[in-house]
Structure formats: C-alpha cells, structure tokens
C-alpha cells in the first residue's frame, strides 16, 4: 500500500480529497468488468459469479458480506462527522437528509409519469438510489477541485439515500421478511449498544458480535450490509475537539486500520462484479421504452431537481447552513452525481420484473441516466472555481465563476 495510506487523518476524508488512485482502481475495475461481460470471456464471467461456495453464490458474498465492510467503513465516518466534524451541528445534519428525501421523491414520480398507464409501476423505485462506491469514485478523480464538505456531504446524502433505499426493498419487494431472525438481529444490535454503554473500547467484542449482526440480518430477509452501518454506530469515539483524529479512539483505530482494504480490494471487486452488463440484443431504440425512459429520466433529470431544489429550499428557509467554502454550481454538480444509480438500481430492477424484456429496459435506462449522471456532473465540477464572497450573516452562497483552464 502506498505509505500515504497509514499517515493520521479522517480515512473516508483521505480517501474523497486525496487518493484520487483509488478512483481510477474503481473506474478501471467497472470498464473491465463491461469489457469482458461483452467478450467470449462472458459465460466464464457469469459463470463464476453464479457459482455457489457454501450458501451464497460469489456474487452474493462480494453483494452482501464484503462490501458490509464498506457500508461500515462509510458508517464509522459519518458518526465520526456527526459527533466530532463537519456535520455536528443540527443545521448541517439537515442539509443531507433532506436533499436524500428530495432526490428519491421527483425520480419516482417522473417515472409513474412516464409508466402510468404501460403496467410497470412496480419498477417506481429503481431510480432512487444513488450508487456510493461510483458517485465517491468520479469525486475522487476530480482530486482538491470540489471542497471536502461536498464530499461529506455527498457521502452523508448518498448513506441516507441508500439506507431508505433497503428499507424500501424492505418493504415493498422482500416477499419472506423473517420476524424471528429480525428480532434476533436486534438483540445483537441491543447487545453493541450495551458494551458501548459499559465503556469497552477494545475493538474485538464488537466485531465478534458484529459477525452474529450481519448473520442474523441476512437471515432476516433485510440487506444484509446493513449490518455495516449499525455496527460502525456502536463503536465508540473520542471527541477530541482541534484534534479529531485521534488514534487513542476505538473508531478512529478500526476506521483507519480498514480504509486501505475498503479502498483497494472491496470497492473494486463490488465494481468489477456488478458493472459487467451484458449489452446484447440492447439497441438505443430499447431507451425509448416507457420503463427504460421512466430509469433514465428519474435518474438524471429527477436526482439532479429533487437533491438541488431541496438543498436550496433548505437553505433560503435557514434550515441548514451551506456547505463550507462550495459554490451554487459545485452544488449542482453534486447533485448530478446523485443520478449514478448504477448497482442498487439494477438490483431493484431485477427485483421488481421478472420479464427479461423489462429487465433489459431496466438495464439500458441505469446504464444511459447513470453515465450521462456521471459525465455531466464531472464535468460541471471540473468547470467549476470558487470565489469566496463574503455575506453580512454568513449563510448566503458564494459567488461562482467557470474555470478558464
């Protein structure tokens, strides 16, 4: 690992502002993974995917064991925010949940829209969810160019978006919900919370008992890498004011001590796993389909509207303070990454149809909103150039100008 990984710091932090080498492992693992899904490579691809070790096939271990790491990785640092950083104030802790509520609201009504009268509404929820690993993975290549509250602010927005999103696959496609292993996930949940309360700071009793956690969620029929975020919930930390990264913290010792891993090895083999789509038999004329349209329009032209519409409303009512040192277009950009749906929206897809037809309508409209998400958003943050401009109360948005470079 490079010798940066292991100096102090935030490791989410580290990894959104500084590590722009991991974005492009990400990058890189999702073209591959598009590459040989569309090659004679293509039934060995799938082939391993499917095959079974133990009770999960591979796919599902790298779906819902290893990236529980991730989820965790994420988790650790957005408590670590919300106790000891850039969202410790109720106002910031607004701005992302209300944004994340926006941005799932439009793109499922643009797609009722769209599918009200062709019988597919049951698909409403494939374009609200935004896809963590890629829309970090496109900020991480554009390096110091988007301030660090964008970063954590878009990682607290896509948590958010994503935890509502299991709950809607909770709810609205888990057909054998098990009450009994629920119950059982939340008395281990109960027992985190009590040796958090008891004041024990070595790391091993809460991973042990974390293990028992994702076993039991997954048996209960809920996404398992929910686990993740309510372990990372249970680990306790040591506010240290003008010192935030503190090595002495039981949080900051297991969120650095897994960054590299989460980074380097989970992330990219979640990407090459997921994004191998096959594009056959998928012609741009399947875009005009009212499920492939109803995707790709919720999308691009939903996150971007509900996440920036609802960010500016929360700000002009005072109900959260602005990002620091980000401009209205920066903003806007986040916003636009918001529509890498990507990953959780195929899995919704695949959930919601079980006609291969609408399942390939499905595909092509993640594959058409999430890249066009991805691509215009990075370029509105590359364009982009802050200009600080001070206001009498220090809420008002700064001015913003485009790069002429």
Request: charged share 15%.
């Amino acid at each position: 690992m490079p010798r940066g990984l292991r100096a102090p710091g935030s490791a989410l932090r580290q990894f959104l502002s500084g590590q722009a080498s991991a974005g492009f492992v990400l990058i890189g693992a999702a073209a591959a993974a598009l590459l040989v899904a569309n090659s004679d490579a293509a039934e060995t691809y799938f082939g391993v995917l499917e095959t079974y070790v133990g009770p999960l096939s591979v796919l599902h271990w790298i779906n819902d064991a290893l990236m529980a790491l991730f989820f965790l990785l994420v988790g650790l640092e957005i408590k670590r925010e919300l106790m000891d950083g850039q969202l410790s104030t109720p106002r910031r802790r607004v701005l992302p949940g209300v944004a994340a509520l926006g941005g799932m609201v439009v793109p499922a009504l643009i797609y009722v829209a769209i599918n009200q009268d062709g019988g597919a509404l049951r698909g409403w929820a494939v374009p609200v969810a935004t896809d963590i690993a890629f829309a970090l993975g496109v900020l991480a290549l554009l390096g110091k160019r988007v301030p660090v509250s964008l970063r954590i602010f878009l990682t607290a927005l896509a948590i958010i978006d994503d935890l509502l999103a299991v709950m809607i696959i909770a709810i609205f496609y888990t057909s054998d919900l098990s009450f009994l292993w629920l119950g059982a996930a939340l008395a281990t949940l109960v027992l985190l919370m009590g040796l958090n309360r008891m004041k024990v700071v070595r790391l091993w009793p809460y991973l042990l008992v974390g293990v028992a956690l994702w076993v039991f969620t997954f048996l209960s029929g809920v996404h398992a890498t929910l686990a993740g975020v309510a372990l990372a919930l249970t680990i306790p930390i040591r506010c240290t004011p003008g010192r935030p990264d503190d090595m002495e913290s039981p949080l900051h010792r297991l969120e650095h001590g897994i960054q590299p891993w989460v980074a380097y090895l989970v992330i990219p083999i979640f990407g090459f796993a997921n994004a191998g789509v096959s594009l056959a038999g998928l012609g741009l004329d399947a875009l005009l389909e009212p499920v492939a349209l109803g995707v790709a329009a919720g999308l691009f032209v939903g996150k971007q509207i509900g996440v920036f519409v609802t960010t500016w409303a929360a700000i002009r009512m005072r109900l959260a303070d602005t990002p620091e040192d980000a401009t209205m277009l920066q903003v806007y950009g986040v916003a636009l990454l918001c529509g890498i749906g990507f990953t959780m929206s195929l899995f919704i897809g695949l959930l919601a149809f079980d006609d291969p037809a609408l399942q390939s309508q499905v595909k092509i409209g993640v594959l058409a909103g999430s890249l066009l998400s991805a691509v215009v958003g990075a370029a509105v943050l590359g364009l982009s150039h802050p200009e600080r401009s001070p206001t009498p109360n220090g809420r008002g948005w700064p001015r913003f100008r485009m790069r002429k470079d």
